[in-house]
């Protein structure tokens, strides 16, 4: 396993970090962080960090993609392809092994599939243009710019067909990405299956911890620092239920109960992208961290 890039994937509360620093500390491993709202700087309680977890018997363990960016500026896939092969080199120059861990599905992919992402800057005349029509349109019109270019298996959202035919349409840059012809083919997927009512009670006990340890008052902050209600409610799920909360829509215990609810499904829309994954070919060993024999066949 250390000759291989590890992938660690999970839902939300599963356990991913946990896992991925134990197995971090047994090979001299680094972490390459494939979450879409942990890149970002003082958004912590809420993204669930937990940055005491990457230490493990008095070692730190390095992590990477954290913390990079101003909650006010944009990232995007192609971004975090590059990001990522840009730590991924430096990495394995200094031959260390690597655990990309996250419960980003569409980060993951990306490496893993090698998604081919064009660096070509949203056009939102045209997508407005492009959401009122159906899915069988969508895909007429990509027919007709390129009819080599509609993947079936990638083309199963109006989303990426609206993107695929905005990157056709629109100029390519010239800066191209020197990784985008780098390839991971050597890989090992672990996956944190949890039966879901353990889940769900995770992820309740571990939401009223952050409220205790000033979630609310996190996003206070964010917000008299400059980030608008519109961005907060972009980040989703904490941020958008408490900013709504914060402006006197609603009452703490009914926002804490609709986050809680929030959250729940977002952890099953995960599970469904991960099934994807596997329809799509990546092979995911599906463990039980609860289950210590499992965990200790891992290490």
């Keep these: 396993m250390q000759n291989k890039l590890i992938v660690i994937l999970g839902p939300t509360a599963s356990g ?38 990457y230490s493990i018997n008095n070692i730190e363990i390095p992590y990477h993609l954290i913390d990079i960016l101003d909650p006010k500026i944009n990232y995007s896939v192609y971004q975090f392809k590059k990001d990522f092969f840009r730590c991924y080199n430096e990495l394995t120059k200094k031959g260390k092994s690597i655990i990309l861990c996250g419960g980003t599905g569409l980060y993951i992919e990306s490496i893993l599939l090698d998604y081919k992402i064009p660096n070509v800057g949203p056009n939102l005349a045209l997508r407005e243009s492009l959401k009122i029509k159906t899915m069988n349109q969508l895909i007429e019109e990509l027919l007709n710019i390129d009819e080599k270019l509609y993947d079936k298996k990638f083309h199963t959202t109006k989303r990426r067909l609206i993107r695929t035919i905005e990157i056709l349409k629109g100029e390519k840059s010239k800066n191209h990405n020197k990784n985008e012809n780098q390839v991971i083919r050597d890989y090992i997927v672990i996956g944190m299956k949890i039966d879901r009512k353990i889940l769900l009670n995770k992820i309740k006990n571990r939401l009223n911890q952050r409220f205790a340890e000033g979630m609310v008052e996190e996003v206070e902050s964010l917000l ?62 599906w463990v039980n961290p609860e289950n210590t024999n499992e965990k200790k066949q891992l290490l």
């Design 224 to 285: 008299t620092n400059g980030l608008s209600k519109e961005r907060l409610k972009y980040f989703g799920l904490e941020y958008k239920i408490i900013g709504e909360y914060l402006s006197n829509n609603m009452k703490f215990d009914f926002m804490r109960d609709k986050l809680n609810f929030a959250i729940n499904r977002f952890a099953k829309r995960q599970m469904t992208f991960f099934r994807r994954m596997e329809k799509r070919g990546i092979k995911i060993n």
């Design 16 to 53: 991913k970090t946990t896992l991925a620093v134990d197995i971090a500390q047994k090979i001299n491993a680094e972490i390459i962080s494939a979450d879409s709202r942990q890149i970002y700087k003082g958004m912590d309680i809420g993204t669930g960090k937990d940055l005491s977890e």
